[in-house]
């Protein structure tokens, strides 16, 4: 009998069922296909191990996976973090800091326990060290970022506190400003004229916002510790009152786009490792 197909060339497969020779072509095509596909798999497959264990070998990649405790168990990886983290303050920090991270007035000395954000007396190595790194991504009071990116007239991601000028905005007057002198100078353990320390009692509820009840601060707003003698620009009367009277808005700029992730990780280990704790 003549097939009605005339064309095709029948076979047969398993259980008689009638192949065309476009049939069998699509097979082959199919079966090649998958061959390939599954030689592709396994290649793929071969590969990934290899790039798992560049990653594992790249001091960065490490260092970003790591925790502060294991970065100073492994010394490759605390060389590199050691390295990268000086590099980074010989071209950027010491500038404001010094080369050796002391401060000046100003610029806070990064390696004594006192800091507005975070501290490395209360909270874990981990927790410390994230402090430092959103500081150092986005840095404090910054402003360079479009209107619509900024709350309270700062960039909606930096770090944010304000020490307002009351003599200025006419809260305080000079009589109660020169008694908070004296407050302030109390609650530093230091000299005070006992009479208006006492008088400024009252008033010292408009700091007790961002400096405590106690004056003793508050890391998660940005506010100063008073009870210390740790201050930015000095704690003599002339410039506490000027602080008082006349406010301060220092700045750090942002770091999240001049440095890679492994090189704000390493900078905020490096910092955390040498503070005073």
């Known amino acids: 009998m003549n097939s009605p197909c005339p064309s095709r060339e029948r076979g047969k497969g398993r259980g008689g069922t009638q192949f065309t020779s476009e049939d069998m072509t ?35 990649v490490r260092v970003l996976n790591a925790s502060p405790e294991a970065i100073a168990a492994d010394p490759a990886l605390a060389g590199f973090v050691k390295q990268t983290a000086e590099s980074a303050i010989s071209e950027h920090c010491s ?6 991270l002391r401060g000046a007035p100003g610029a806070p000395d990064l ?9 490395a007396t209360d909270s874990s190595a981990v927790g410390a060290v994230m402090q430092i790194q959103r500081t150092l991504l986005y840095g404090i009071r910054n402003k360079d970022c479009p209107p619509e ?12 506190s304000q020490m307002p000028g009351y003599l200025k905005m006419q809260t305080l007057n000079e009589a109660q400003i020169a008694d908070l002198v004296e407050y302030v100078l109390k609650l530093q353990g230091g000299e005070a004229d006992a009479g208006a320390a006492g008088r400024a009692e009252a008033d010292f509820a408009v700091c ?3 400096h405590g009840e106690f004056g003793e601060g508050d890391p998660a707003f940005g506010g100063p510790n008073l009870t210390d003698a740790i201050t930015l620009f000095g704690n003599d009367r002339e410039t506490i009152r000027d602080v008082i ?16 992730a492994a090189a704000i990780k390493a900078l905020a280990v490096h910092i955390y490792n040498l503070a005073e704790k």
């Not at 709350?151 to 770090?159: F, K, N, Q, V």
């Not at 009277?245 to 890679?260: I, K, M, Q, S, Y």
């Open 95 to 100: 500038r404001c800091h010094g080369p050796e």
């Open 26 to 60: 699509m097979r082959r095509l199919y079966t090649t296909l998958n061959a390939r596909f599954l030689c592709a798999c396994l290649s793929l497959a071969c590969l990934l191990p290899q790039s798992a264990y560049a990653a594992d070998t790249d001091p960065a």
């Open 245 to 260: 009277a006349n406010g301060r808005e220092g700045a750090c700029p942002p770091w999240g786009d001049t440095l890679d």
């Open 208 to 210: 007790t916002e961002c």
């Open 149 to 160: 990116q900024q709350s309270y007239g700062a960039c909606a991601a930096t770090r944010f």
């Open 111 to 119: 390696l004594d326990y006192d800091w507005l954000w975070g501290s």
